[in-house]
């Protein structure tokens, strides 16, 4: 079974600065907009396909806590959540903390 700590990080975007274009740059990749500020990050799909992972060696009903975009991320795997523009007003619209429910 996974554990939290096997999960290596919310989204892997190695290297990212944390500077006055971190918002734009996060939101570019939520949108499905990466560009070369992206270079080595996985892609929503691959990050919602290791959270969904993560999800499916967790028995029975459980809490997440995550940062939004691997949530928007997978989110918008499942069809819960539009890509593209809804997709950006979903994660900017979370609050910090903020609670979603839903089925895994």
Known sequence: MRRFYDIPSEVVRPGEPFDDDHRARR???VIGRPDGRHRGWETPEQAAARFQAGLD???GEVVVATH???LTAWLVARGVVAAGTEA???W???A???VVTTDR
């Open 27 to 29: 939101l570019a990749w």
């Open 57 to 59: 060696d967790l028995p």
């Open 68 to 70: 939004g975009m691997v």
């Open 88 to 90: 950006g007003s979903f």
């Open 92 to 94: 900017t619209g979370l």
């Open 96 to 98: 910090f903390p903020d």
